[in-house]
């Protein structure tokens, strides 16, 4: 198969850590019989100070034009002071909306090899961690009206959460998708029992839901889903939310799995496009020194292969791989811990492109 993959390295370790994720994705081109076209663009700090913008028209249109998009991470102090229309998560946004990404999809998966890294007891850990936070990520409370005013004599700020139906029914479409990659059960989260964009939310999900009778799904109030992620988190299969309660929910479920530098995410829209982008940000504490953990960003070309490429057997050969570096006792200065052997991002790199 032939694709063109839309590279953005970005600042801080974003060039370390895309470099080695396309080793893996040259393995894995050279092992299956497949050519994947890089087409690489400046986005974020290293664009502002190229072209004085943080995302070029060129370089979003090589974004519309490719098979999907694999960015590190953009960012840094030396971009914090800018204006915020051309601040290097502009470039990022502008991707987002342009392509029309309305879901994020954050896979929270414990590997067993790093559960003492989990700050959650190890009788809860032992039961295993691997679930699949579905946010929509283009409504609700973050893109509705916000306004501050006066009224009767004291200021008062208004932030308007609102859903569509058709908001509504796409990602949740999503997620009885996603579910049937994986073990077929949603949870859908909401606030149905106070708020009317949650009631909605709830009537649409259960419509959709008709359509995918091999799914099980079942609802659960974003308080206690709170509780529930460190209660019992193996019990969680896919979670759709909404966009508010999944930014919340989707930093509570990387964090119960332990280490920022492991953990993929991948943002889609209608149709096989997609960005994908580890979580963690630009690190600029340890840019350029070849110490960062690679794992993340490989995890999201993994995530890239199986939901933009339906290239399923590669997908698992790359997870398996990671898996098998792991085993090994290879760790990155991040998730290090005594008896193993520490490795730079680029022997990272190189151990899992290995095992492909
Ligand atoms: P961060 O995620 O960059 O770093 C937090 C901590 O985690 C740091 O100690 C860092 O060294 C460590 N870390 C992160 N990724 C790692 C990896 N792969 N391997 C080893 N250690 C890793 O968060 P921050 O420090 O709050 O933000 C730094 C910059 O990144 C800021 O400019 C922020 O705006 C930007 N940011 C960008 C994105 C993105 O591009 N999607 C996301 C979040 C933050």
Redesign the pocket.
């Known amino acids: 198969m032939n694709k063109t993959i839309t590279v953005i390295k970005?600042?801080?370790?974003?060039p370390e850590?895309v470099t080695e994720a396309l080793k893996v994705l040259d393995k894995v081109c050279e092992k299956y019989g497949h050519t994947f076209t890089y087409q690489e663009i400046l986005a974020?700090?290293c664009a502002i100070d190229a072209y004085g913008r943080s995302l070029t028209e060129e370089a979003l249109e090589k974004c519309l034009d490719c098979d999907s998009v694999l960015?590190?991470?953009?960012?840094?102090?030396k971009?914090?002071g800018v204006a915020k229309e051309i601040r290097?998560?502009a470039a990022?946004l502008g991707i987002r909306s342009a392509m029309g990404l309305y879901a994020n999809l954050r896979p929270a998966r414990l590997f067993p090899q790093l559960a003492d890294a989990s700050p959650l007891k190890p009788e809860i850990v032992a039961k295993g961690i691997d679930l699949m936070m579905v946010r929509e990520l283009i409504g609700g409370a973050y893109f509705g009206e916000h306004k501050t005013v006066e009224e009767n004599g004291e200021i008062v700020a208004h932030d308007d959460m609102t859903y569509s139906e058709h908001e509504v029914r796409r990602i949740a479409h999503t997620a009885f998708q996603t579910a049937r990659k994986r073990d077929s059960r949603v949870i859908s989260v909401d606030k149905a029992n106070v708020l009317d964009s949650s009631r909605l939310w709830r009537k649409v999900v259960h419509e959709v839901a008709a359509e995918y009778p091999d799914v099980i799904c079942t609802d659960m109030l974003v308080d206690n889903t709170a509780m529930q992620l460190v209660k019992n988190p193996s019990q969680f299969d896919v979670v759709v939310t909404e966009n508010l309660f999944g930014d919340i929910l989707s930093d509570e479920s990387s964090m119960i799995t332990g280490?920022?530098?492991?953990m993929a995410s991948a943002s889609l829209g209608d149709g096989t496009r997609g960005m994908y982008?580890?979580?963690?940000?630009?690190?600029?504490?340890?840019a350029g020194q070849n110490?960062?953990?690679?794992?993340?960003?490989i995890l999201s070309a993994a995530m890239m292969l199986r939901y933009s490429f339906d290239m399923i057997a590669e997908a698992d050969a790359i997870e398996a791989a990671v898996n098998a570096v792991l085993d090994e006792g290879y760790r990155?200065?991040?998730?290090m811990s005594e008896g193993m052997k520490k490795v730079s991002?680029s022997e990272m790199g190189t151990l899992v492109a290995e095992k492909i």
């Open positions: 970005g600042d801080g370790i974003g850590i974020g700090g960015l590190g991470a953009v960012g840094g102090p971009w914090d290097p998560e990022l280490s920022i530098g492991m982008e580890p979580i963690h940000g630009s690190a600029p504490d340890i110490l960062a953990n690679p794992i993340g960003t990155t200065g991040d998730i991002c």
